[in-house]
T-cell receptor, first 114, second 117 residues
Framework: GDSVTQMEGPVTLSEEAFLTINCTYTATGYPSLFWYVQYPGEGLQLLLKATKADDKGSNKGFEATYRKETTSFHLEKGSVQVSDSAVYFCALSDYTGGSYIPTFGRGTSLIVHP | GAGVSQSPRYKVAKRGQDVALRCDPISGHVSLFWYQQALGQGPEFLTYFQNEAQLDKSGLPSDRFFAERPEGSVSTLKIQRTQQEDSAVYLC???????????????FGPGTRLTVT
């Protein structure tokens, strides 16, 4: 079945540092890929998405590129802020067995210190 | 407009009790999903509705779990004879789209934290 693997956290950075959160996936079809963010006490929010190979999703300074050859969708940001502290989930959506069953990774906690 | 809302936000149940968790999706959203999120884990799919039809319930962990969406809007997830392993956050998400498009965005509610003692 489909699966998503994320790097384990927590990731602890100082403000303005460069961020990479690795995500790799396995899928039977040709999935769409997503990053969701969950701030403390809130629901998951879509951060960015990509629907085909070599697409780059971007939002709020975050970027991720759909790499089909390496089955990866790594999240990056050039300069993190304290307000970016949250849990980040990589996810895929694949049409399997007649419906879409989204698959999420375990989440990576990011802690940014001033 | 209003987002996805869930109630109650917190629920404590004694083992063996039945619970009902409510989800109000964004008005007009066709698709509705329920997920279970254990501590430190990502959301795990439970079930999916398209309008009032439950198209997939393969993620429900046992026959103690039951979900309905009778009028194609509000949904209720019911857990009968709760067990300690049912303790988790239950998330609801809705989406405007249905069908073969894979790039739909899901809008999540804040979740209901269920603790079974």
């Amino acid at each position: 079945g489909d699966s998503v693997t994320q790097m384990e956290g927590p990731v602890t950075l100082s403000e303005e540092a460069f961020l990479t959160i690795n995500c790799t996936y396995t899928a039977t079809g040709y999935p769409s890929l997503f990053w969701y963010v969950q701030y403390p006490g809130e629901g998951l929010q879509l951060l960015l998405k990509a629907t085909k190979a070599d697409d780059k999703g971007s939002n709020k300074g975050f970027e991720a590129t759909y790499r089909k050859e390496t089955t990866s969708f790594h999240l990056e940001k050039g300069s993190v802020q304290v307000s970016d502290s949250a849990v980040y989930f990589c996810a895929l959506s694949d049409y399997t067995g007649g419906s879409y069953i989204p698959t999420f990774g375990r989440g990576t906690s990011l802690i940014v210190h001033p | 407009g209003a987002g996805v809302s869930q109630s109650p936000r917190y629920k404590v149940a004694k083992r063996g009790q039945d619970v009902a968790l409510r989800c109000d999706p964004i008005s007009g959203h066709v698709s509705l999903f329920w997920y279970q999120q254990a501590l430190g884990q990502g959301p795990e799919f439970l079930t999916y509705f398209q309008n009032e039809a439950q198209l997939d319930k393969s993620g429900l962990p046992s026959d103690r779990f039951f979900a309905e969406r009778p009028e194609g809007s509000v949904s209720t997830l019911k857990i009968q004879r709760t067990q300690q392993e049912d303790s988790a956050v239950y998330l609801c998400a809705s989406s405007a789209q249905a069908g073969r498009g894979t790039s739909y965005e899901q809008y999540f509610g804040p979740g209901t934290r269920l603790t079974v003692t």
